[in-house]
C-alpha cells in the first residue's frame, strides 16, 4: 500500500491567476444545479448559496453545459461531485476518466471535491450504479491507494461519502463508521455525511440511525447532503427504502441532521434533486429550510464547522 497522509501537490501553481472568484462554503446550504433551472437563478439575487454539479456531466470539452456552468460559476460557489471514479472497485482507477476530473478542477476551482465509497464499473464497463463493498482490511487498502491516487491527480483531499445500502456483507469485519474512520486517517480526505443514506441504510437493516451518527467521525465532515427517498416493500413485505432523490426531504432526515447541526456547528449543506426534477421555487425551499438550521446554529455557538 502506497503511503498515506502525504502532502498533495496543487494542480495550480502558488501565484496562477485564478479564473472565478474564490467564494467561502463554510456555512452554507446549496442544491444540485439543474440546467433548466438556470433562468431562474440568473434572475434571482442576494444569497444563494452554493451549487452541485455531477462531474461526469461535464467531462465534454465545450457545448451548453460548460457555457451554463461558466454563468453559474461566475457568481456562485460549486461543489464538484463524482459518481463514476470506482474508488471501492478492485481495479486501477480510469486514467482517461481521473485526468478529465482534474481537468475540471483546475477549470471551475470547485469549492469542494468529493465521490463515493462505491464501486461501479467491471473492466470497461460503466454499470450506472453505486455498488457497496465489504469493509474488511483488503478492502481499505484499495480504497486508500485509490484516494491517495485521485488526491494526488487533482492536488487537493477530497470528501468520501457514505453509502446507502441494501445488502450486508458477512465477510465485513469492521463496521461502516470504523471503515470510513480508518480511510480518513489514512488518506487524510474528509467525510461526506449524507444523512438520507443514514436513514436508509439504518431502515433497510434495522439498526439506530442515532447509533450511527454517534460512532460516525463527525470532525471529519466537510459537507452534508440531503435528499429525498422512496418506500417500498422487499419480497417478504418488509419496508425497504431507495435513495432516489426524486423528492422532498424527509421529516425523519431533517429531525436527523438538526442533530448533526447541534453536535457540529454549521457545515456546508445540499439538498439533491435528480430525478423527477421539480420547479426552481420547489428545490430552492429545500435549501432555504438548510439554511434556516445552519443559521440558527451559527448564532447559537457564534462559530462555525469545516473540515481542515
Known amino acids: 500500500m502506497n503511503a498515506h497522509n502525504r502532502t498533495v501537490a496543487p494542480v495550480v ?14 456555512d452554507l446550504a446549496g442544491t444540485s444545479f439543474k ?17 452541485e454539479i455531477h462531474a461526469e456531466n461535464y467531462m465534454g470539452a465545450g457545448g ?10 461566475r457568481d456562485h460557489p460549486i461543489s464538484l461531485h463524482g459518481v ?42 460503466y454499470l450506472n450504479d ?17 484516494i491517495d491516487e485521485m488526491q494526488t491527480a487533482i492536488g487537493r483531499p477530497i470528501l468520501l461519502e457514505n453509502p446507502s445500502t441494501y445488502v450486508l456483507f458477512a465477510e465485513s469485519s469492521m463496521s461502516e463508521t470504523d471503515f470510513l474512520g480508518a480511510i480518513a486517517k ?62 422532498p426531504v424527509a421529516d425523519a432526515v431533517w429531525r436527523l441532521y438538526e442533530i448533526v447541526i447541534e453536535r457540529c456547528g454549521a457545515i456546508p449543506s445540499l439538498a439533491e434533486w435528480d430525478s423527477k426534477i421539480p420547479d426552481w421555487p420547489v428545490l430552492r425551499a429545500e435549501a432555504v429550510a438548510a439554511q434556516a438550521i445552519l443559521d440558527r446554529q451559527s448564532q447559537t455557538l457564534g462559530k462555525s464547522h ?3
Open 13 to 26: 501553481e502558488a501565484g496562477a491567476e485564478l479564473r472565478f472568484p474564490s467564494y467561502s462554503v463554510h
Open 35 to 51: 440546467p433548466e433551472h438556470l433562468p431562474a437563478i440568473l434572475a434571482e439575487t442576494g444569497r444563494q448559496g452554493f451549487f
Open 64 to 73: 451548453p453545459p460548460h457555457h451554463a456552468l461558466e454563468l453559474v460559476r
Open 84 to 125: 463514476c471514479m470506482s474508488l471501492g472497485g478492485p481495479q486501477p482507477l480510469n486514467k482517461d476518466h481521473l485526468r478529465r476530473f482534474r481537468e475540471l478542477v483546475i477549470r471551475y476551482e470547485p469549492a469542494l471535491v468529493s465521490e463515493h465509497l462505491a464501486w461501479s464499473t467491471h473492466e470497461n464497463t
Open 130 to 146: 453505486l455498488l457497496p463493498l465489504p469493509y474488511t482490511s483488503a478492502t481499505l487498502m484499495h480504497v486508500c491507494d485509490h
Open 186 to 247: 489514512r488518506t487524510g480526505c474528509g467525510l461526506l455525511l449524507d444523512v438520507n443514506n443514514v436513514f436508509v441504510s439504518a431502515t433497510n437493516h434495522g439498526y439506530s440511525a442515532l447509533d450511527y451518527l454517534a460512532d460516525f467521525p463527525l470532525s471529519k465532515v466537510g459537507e452534508i447532503h440531503l435528499a429525498g427517498h422512496a418506500e417500498q416493500t422487499d419480497d417478504e413485505g418488509e419496508l425497504l427504502l431507495i435513495d432516489s432523490h426524486d423528492g
Open 306 to 308: 469545516a473540515f481542515r
